[in-house]
T-cell receptor, first 115, second 117 residues
Framework: ETGVTQSPTHLIKTRGQQVTLRCSSQSGHNTVSWYQQALGQGPQFIFQYYREEENGRGNFPPRFSGLQFPNYSSELNVNALELDDSALYLC??????????????FGPGTRLTVL | AQTVTQSQPEMSVQEAETVTLSCTYDTSESDYYLFWYKQPPSRQMILVIRQEAYKQQNATENRFSVNFQKAAKSFSLKISDSQLGDAAMYFCAYIPVWGGSQGNLIFGKGTKLSVKP
């Protein structure tokens, strides 16, 4: 059974650029959640995708957007990067029903640095 | 608003000793889950232990146990016989069972645990 994988591991961008982060969910999982973890902080929920539809969103601006594909892998896109977007981005997959909690399994994260 | 507070930014324990990490939370929900996650330097968030709010019995997983006080909204983690591999950031997290954004785990700021040989 393959766990949650994320790519790339590290990424350096400059302010104003756009970035795409990728997540492959664990085999059999249909739900992906994305979190932003700033240095020295706990993760903060960005949004969740369930069966290719957004199923909840945290307090993040619209320049944070996402996609989920038919194989349930997912992308997180961030436009117009700001310095404060520098963080570890975690994705977590689960076998969801769309209406109740199911255990989330986390990937190793992508470290994004914005200069 | 639902919040999770970890008041100990750093803790230290001697190898083979016992340490307790504290967590308090605030919610108006009656059905929810509480978690302790471990994040080693490798960054991957690993679930240590889970507690369902409707269960009065405290969860245990080998050397890890919790003290869940629902009325006080307190959820502490006890690590017994500490090992060098237990050194990591530990995060307390909460999620309601139903409603809202189902992916919305709410995390505390974490406690950095050091284990001294």
């Amino acid at each position: 059974e393959t766990g949650v994988t994320q790519s790339p591991t590290h990424l350096i961008k400059t302010r104003g650029q756009q970035v795409t982060l990728r997540c492959s969910s664990q085999s059999g999982h249909n739900t992906v959640s994305w979190y932003q973890q700033a240095l020295g902080q706990g993760p903060q929920f960005i949004f969740q995708y369930y069966r290719e539809e957004e199923n909840g969103r945290g307090n993040f601006p619209p320049r944070f957007s996402g996609l989920q594909f038919p194989n349930y892998s997912s992308e997180l896109n961030v436009n117009a990067l700001e310095l404060d977007d520098s963080a570890l981005y975690l994705c977590a997959s689960s076998l969801g029903t769309g209406s109740s909690y199911n255990e989330q399994f986390f990937g190793p994260g992508t470290r994004l640095t914005v200069l | 608003a639902q919040t999770v507070t970890q008041s100990q930014p750093e803790m230290s324990v001697q190898e083979a000793e016992t340490v307790t990490l504290s967590c308090t939370y605030d919610t108006s929900e009656s059905d929810y889950y509480l978690f302790w996650y471990k994040q080693p330097p490798s960054r991957q968030m690993i679930l240590v232990i889970r507690q369902e709010a409707y269960k009065q019995q405290n969860a245990t997983e080998n050397r890890f146990s919790v003290n869940f006080q629902k009325a006080a909204k307190s959820f502490s983690l006890k690590i017994s016989d500490s090992q060098l591999g237990d050194a990591a950031m530990y995060f307390c997290a909460y999620i309601p069972v139903w409603g809202g954004s189902q992916g919305n785990l709410i995390f505390g700021k974490g406690t950095k645990l050091s284990v001294k040989p």
